[in-house]
């Protein structure tokens, strides 16, 4: 048969909402014609579609591997694939791999979604490196708060500051990451005992209803801290 009578035959399948015979159909024309990047993204999303999503991220995985991939909404599908069905690792690997070949645009949203996958994977040192990426080529000071709560989990307190300080400065942060933020820093600074610094923050954080009650708290605790050692 023709590749032309098959496209007719899939033509009628989607006409006809039969999308589990589409499925066989592209199947029949992925094996005849592997080299059509088109099948295979659409028997990805057919699969996708009936609920099948391990197959679907299989024929798409298979695809990439061929080299067939070469658009950013591509590889940004199969990233997604991979994240749907709980494999994190690979989905921040395939949307990095793609940023660093060029193919995929090395975006505030985009470095993101790879720290996301890799926090997810717990791959912390490479989370870090994707959402310091992501800091520099975004305006949002969400994204290095974010970082700034790895570190603070690290205990890295000098890089904890300087990841809090970008996040306020940019002056993205509601109110309530604003608070955070600034709590979050009194901790650093506390931590590298700059208490008079951590006061002021924890100060400012006070301002802010959903820090207040957790800023007095770690003020009257540096207090308390100051009278024991002075007696």
Avoid: C
């Avoid at 709590?183 to 506390?190: E, H, P, Q, S, T």
């Amino acid at each position: 048969p023709k590749e032309e009578w098959f496209l007719l035959k899939l033509a009628a399948h989607y006409e006809l909402q039969q999308f589990a015979e589409a499925a066989a159909t592209l199947e029949i024309l992925v094996a005849k014609w592997p080299d059509d990047k088109g099948y295979w993204l659409q028997l990805a999303q057919v699969s996708d579609r009936l609920g099948r999503y391990s197959r679907a991220l299989a024929v798409l995985a298979l695809a990439n591997r061929r080299g067939l991939l070469d658009r950013e909404e591509d590889l940004s599908y199969l990233s997604a694939l991979y994240s749907r069905t709980e494999l994190p690792y690979k989905s921040a690997e395939v949307l990095e791999n793609g940023i660093r070949a060029g193919i995929v645009k090395g975006s505030g949203p985009n470095w993101a979604r790879v720290a996301d996958a890799w926090y997810e994977a717990d791959e912390l040192e490479s989370a870090l490196a994707a959402y310091r990426e992501a800091g520099r080529a975004s305006g949002d000071g969400g994204i290095d708060l974010r970082r700034a709560h790895i570190l603070v989990d690290l205990e890295r307190w000098s890089a904890a500051v300087e990841a809090l300080d970008s996040a306020l400065s940019k002056g993205s942060l509601d109110d309530r990451r604003t608070g955070q933020a600034l709590l979050l820093r009194g901790m650093a600074r506390y931590s590298l005992e700059n208490y008079e610094d951590a006061i002021a923050d924890w100060e400012r954080a006070g301002r802010y209803e959903t820090a207040r009650d957790a800023a007095s708290q770690w003020l009257n605790h540096l207090r308390e801290e100051r009278r024991r050692e002075a007696s």
